[in-house]
């Protein structure tokens, strides 16, 4: 799950970050002996430079901002791997709540935020001597993160236990209390919350409504909310402007994305026609190309669907064999897109798909550049 990252923002990281963060990470449990991997992957040659052994079923991957680490949940062993990407070895082994499913770290690269759904926690870890600092106790069951360009919050989406509605809390990072909202909305397990590039705005969905809110200095604000039926997951982009741009992802009988613009009020929402069978959506780090797996219905073929944030009426849909999870390269020049023991690139230039990559097992996460939603 997916969002683009302002061009502002992590500058300092990028101008000393390492040739390893252009590299694409997979994790996914081998075939042949059921141990878990991450596998090293260029861009460039398109093939798998490296395997790393991790722990028991590896789920969720998150590269730092400045590319020098790659973090793995290990779902079945309840751990986190730590890797060093200038060895591709395991660094440091770190303990989490139980089955985690996310891993979120703050764009000054000094904490790393780990989701234990199992354990209704969030495990917070200090980044410079890789250790566990403190446990978040949550009401409900945390699966997805999102952190405001600022670093000032961490959003937490939360699967509720007994009522059967979803919840999410807002962490301020300085100090980690909690702010926790009441149960207001079922969601999918695409990530549901997304901020705006400039920090003001972040946007939740699910199956009845949106909720707008707006980000003050120490505190964040509800605004707005829509009842438009169900939307399962949302990146956010500046479209090239200062302000926020929302783009959701909607499934069901009547599929498509719809888009909010947010400057000193709300333009939209609108509609733009998409495919059957979305799955993930996730925005280029460029802002300048929003991608969506659809995984295909009935007549529908899988494949990757590619919008231009600027011009909004024009879209390419490269078919694939299969379509589930995408990452997008630091440079923003291609989409890896996971399936059935593969991962296929698409080049976002040409749309035009390349050779898929053989992989030894289901790919169960991907990070090709350093995200602010997990």
């Known amino acids: 799950m997916v969002n683009p990252t302002h061009a502002g923002i992590n500058s300092s990281f990028r101008s000393r970050s390492s040739a390893a963060s252009r590299l694409v990470y997979v994790t996914y449990t081998r075939i042949q002996d059921g141990r878990g991997y991450v596998g090293v992957i260029s861009p460039k040659e398109n093939k798998i430079l490296a395997t790393v052994p991790v722990g028991r079923n590896p789920g969720p991957v998150a590269l730092s901002p400045d590319g020098t680490t790659v973090y793995v949940a290990n779902r079945d062993d309840a751990t986190l791997s730590v890797i060093d990407t200038s060895t591709n070895r395991v660094s440091a082994l770190l303990p989490t709540g139980t089955n985690p499913t996310a891993i979120l770290i703050t764009p000054d690269n000094k904490r790393t935020y780990v989701a234990g759904y199992g354990g209704k926690a969030i495990t917070v870890i200090d980044n410079a001597s890789f250790t566990v600092i403190t446990t978040i106790s949550l009401q409900d069951h945390p699966f997805s993160l999102t952190v405001d360009p600022n670093g000032r919050f961490v959003l937490a989406a939360c699967k509720g236990s007994s009522s059967g509605l979803d919840s999410y809390v807002i962490i301020h990072t300085e100090d980690h209390s909690v702010h926790m909202e009441s149960g207001c909305w079922t969601s999918a397990d695409h990530n549901p919350i997304a901020v705006s590039a400039n920090g003001l705005w972040f946007a939740v969905s ?165 995200r602010t939603q997990s």
């Open 206 to 370: 699910g199956v009845s409504r949106i909720v707008m809110w707006s980000i003050q200095k120490n505190s964040c604000r509800y605004h707005s909310s829509w009842t438009l039926g169900p939307h399962w997951g949302v990146v956010s982009t500046d479209n090239g402007r200062w302000h926020g741009n929302f783009y959701f992802i909607r499934n069901g009988p009547s599929p498509g994305i719809l888009h909010a613009e947010i400057s000193s009020g709300f333009t939209g929402p609108h509609f733009i026609e998409s495919y059957k069978g979305q799955r993930i959506i996730a925005g280029s780090p460029d802002q300048r190309k929003i991608c969506i797996t659809i995984a295909g219905e009935h007549d529908q073929r899988p494949g990757l669907h590619i919008i231009k944030p600027q011009e909004e009426q024009t879209s390419h849909f490269v078919e694939l064999q299969s379509a589930y999870d995408v990452g997008i390269t630091e440079d923003s020049s291609k989409a890896f897109v996971t399936g059935d023991n593969s991962l296929t690139p698409v080049d976002l230039a040409s749309y035009m798909r390349e050779e898929p990559i053989a992989v030894e097992g289901r790919i169960r996460g991907i990070a090709a550049c350093y």
